[in-house]
């Protein structure tokens, strides 16, 4: 069998395959799941950066993913990444001569 790449264990088994027609395998000892060669793609910082531009514009994930050509998941756990980096503070503000606070939060990206 095929050793585990977490725990470099022999003791896996068959686990079905993946959406790619790969079979899929997992480890009996520490239960991750793995494929014999995965094909990880590498996300580089242009693709980041552009994604960060986009993220800005308001534009829905599933848009940006194809456009940048990511994974939807991927992409929705980067920007919730992004979004716990950012600073964020209420501000308080009053509207007109009315004594109703409308409170507003402001999120600055950097």
């Known amino acids: 069998m095929l050793p585990c790449p977490n725990c470099q ?3 896996t088994v068959k686990n079905g395959f993946t ?3 790969k079979q899929n395998h997992r ?3 520490c ?3 793995f494929t014999q060669n995965p094909t990880n793609k590498i996300i580089t910082q242009n693709t980041r950066t552009l994604i960060d531009r986009l993220l800005l514009e308001k534009i829905p994930l ?3 993913a194809r456009a940048a050509q990511v994974g939807e ?3 929705q756990a980067y920007a919730n990444k992004k979004l716990e980096s950012v600073p964020q503070k209420i ?3 009053k509207k007109g ?3 109703r606070v409308r409170r507003t939060l402001v999120i600055r990206w950097q």
Do not use: E, P
Request: charged share 10%; glycine share 8%; hydrophobic share 20%.
């Open 31 to 33: 239960g991750k799941q």
């Open 73 to 75: 998941t991927w992409l």
């Open 91 to 93: 501000q308080n503000t």
């Open 9 to 11: 264990s022999t003791h």
């Open 19 to 21: 959406h790619h027609h």
């Open 97 to 99: 001569f009315d004594s």
């Open 62 to 64: 599933a848009g940006i």
């Open 27 to 29: 480890c009996r000892n």
